[in-house]
């Protein structure tokens, strides 16, 4: 069953959550306040459907089905900032310029093939 209301935010929340094990220092390193996490992290486990963190009066210990989510999370929050860079690669090689020239009238019936190929690639 897809999880849709689950965001790339919500993994971040949950990974910082996760590292400072607390909703305080989670927080802070978000520069968001702790009520509004705190609710995102309670809507994060309701999608999921288990409780990620055990909590205590001070820390929030995650639970095995939130050691593995954090392992995921981390992957998929690696995955699409990989997905960025090369996005971000290939427009720049987009905007570059190429110059073509050719020297005999017989180079001018293999540019459109050539030309072809090189767009393929690229």
């Given at each position: 069953?897809?999880?849709?209301?689950?965001?790339?935010?919500?993994?971040?929340?949950?990974?910082?959550v996760a590292e400072h094990e607390t909703m305080s220092g989670a927080a802070k390193?978000?520069?968001?306040?702790q009520p509004p996490l705190s609710r995102q992290i309670r809507d994060l486990e309701f999608e999921v459907g288990v409780a990620l963190f055990e909590?205590?009066?001070r820390r929030l210990k995650l639970t095995s089905s939130g050691e593995l989510f954090l392992k995921?999370?981390?992957?998929?929050l690696q995955?699409?900032?990989n997905a960025v860079v090369l996005a971000r690669?290939?427009?720049?090689?987009?905007h570059g310029k190429i110059?073509?020239?050719?020297?005999?009238?017989?180079?001018?019936?293999?540019?459109?093939?050539?030309?072809?190929f090189f767009q393929d690639l690229f």
């Open positions: 069953m897809p999880v849709s209301n689950i965001e790339l935010r919500h993994l971040r929340y949950f990974v910082a390193r978000l520069h968001i306040s909590r205590d009066s995921e999370a981390r992957a998929i995955q699409f900032d690669e290939m427009a720049n090689r987009n110059r073509v020239g050719h020297s005999s009238v017989s180079s001018i019936e293999a540019l459109p093939r050539i030309l072809r």
